[in-house]
């Protein structure tokens, strides 16, 4: 069966420090994969997207960059955390034209 | 591009009754799978139902239900029967069939159930 692990579940960081949170799917091969932001009682922002290695899409011009080094390995980094970048950020993953499954999520505090 | 809104931000029911969630979305692909997610406050998000878009029968899991109205396209949920568990945000989603295409998620609505 599939599974997809995000961490970490928590992370506070101060202004200025540089963030990188990772996603890894198993048990299938060539899934698209996705990062969404939540703030706080509203929607989810599509961040980036993948259909491929080295294949990203970007969304939404920000302070946040995503690679995808290997097949299942999605990576969202920062070089320099802004206040405004605090939120929940999800990972997930689908099969083309399929649903998507998502991680457990990480609650990111910049302060 | 595909939009996906849901139009009531928030709503309530009580508990044992039936509440409808809408939804409406826009697109130019004939082929498509569209979603409802649920997002309890553990914020893990949970695939509630899916219908696909060549598909007349409305798809039922349980005591959720879904109204698809290609033609309009509207996919409203129906929550019969609810439960204190089912306070959550609900999101609509959609995904196109096109290479590439990406999953589009509404706005959501905080669904609460009241005993």
């Known amino acids: 069966s599939q599974t997809i692990h995000q961490w970490p579940a928590t992370l506070v960081q101060p202004v200025g420090s540089p963030l990188s949170l990772e996603c890894t799917v198993e048990g299938t091969s060539n899934p698209n994969l996705y990062w969404y932001r939540q703030a706080a009682g509203r929607g989810l922002q599509l961040l980036f997207y993948s259909v491929g290695i080295g294949q990203i899409s970007s969304e939404v011009p920000q302070n946040l960059s995503a690679s995808r080094p290997q097949d299942r390995q999605f990576i969202l980094s920062s070089k320099k955390l802004l206040l405004s970048d605090s939120g929940f950020y999800l990972c997930?993953?689908?099969?083309?034209?399929?649903?998507?499954?998502f991680g457990q999520g990480t609650r990111l505090t910049v302060v | 591009a595909q939009t996906v809104t849901q139009s009531q931000p928030e709503m309530s029911v009580q508990e044992a009754e039936t509440v409808t969630l809408s939804c409406t979305y826009d697109t130019s692909e004939s082929n498509y799978y569209l979603f409802w997610y649920k997002q309890p406050p553990s914020r893990q998000m949970i695939l509630v139902i899916r219908q696909e878009a060549y598909k007349q029968q409305n798809a039922t899991e349980n005591r959720f239900s879904v109204n698809f109205q290609k033609a309009a396209k509207s996919f409203s949920l129906k929550i019969s029967d609810s439960q204190l568990g089912d306070t959550a945000m609900y999101f609509c989603?959609?995904?196109?069939?096109?290479?590439?295409?990406?999953?589009?998620f509404g706005g959501g609505t905080r669904l609460m159930v009241k005993p």
């Open positions: 989603a959609f995904i196109g069939l096109s290479a590439g295409n990406m999953l589009t």
């Open positions: 997930a993953w689908s099969q083309r034209g399929r649903e998507a499954f």
